[in-house]
């Protein structure tokens, strides 16, 4: 079984985060990414950036994957 750690891993190992949080049941995982990878990306161009980083895992680990994605200022922002 996958663990929230294992999918944080997975992530940042094809993606420069500046925060990541991933919590999840073994197959349902809700993740909250910051990096500026996404500036000047839309939510869907993010969303493929952090399903490219965790690859084949989408079709056979993970069943389903939430996410919250943010660029460090627009962290900054949810923050104040």
Same mark, same amino acid.
């Given at each position: 079984?996958?663990?929230? =750690? #294992?999918?944080?891993?997975? %992530?940042?190992?094809?993606? =420069?985060?500046? @925060?990541?949080?991933? %919590?999840? =049941?073994? $197959? @349902?995982?809700?993740?909250? %990414?910051?990096? /500026?990878?996404?500036? =000047?990306?839309? !939510?869907?161009? !993010? @969303?493929?950036?952090?399903? /490219?980083?965790?690859? #084949? !895992?989408?079709?056979?680990? %993970? @069943? ?13 922002? $949810? /923050?104040?």
């Amino acid at each position: 079984m996958v663990s929230p =750690d #294992d999918v944080k891993g997975y %992530i940042q190992g094809g993606l =420069d985060c500046d @925060h990541i949080s991933v %919590i999840g =049941d073994g $197959q @349902h995982f809700e993740a909250v %990414i910051v990096s /500026a990878t996404f500036e =000047d990306k839309g !939510r869907l161009q !993010r @969303h493929q950036i952090v399903y /490219a980083a965790l690859g #084949d !895992r989408m079709k056979s680990e %993970i @069943h389903a994957l939430s996410m919250k994605t943010f660029t460090p200022a627009e962290w900054k922002e $949810q /923050a104040s």
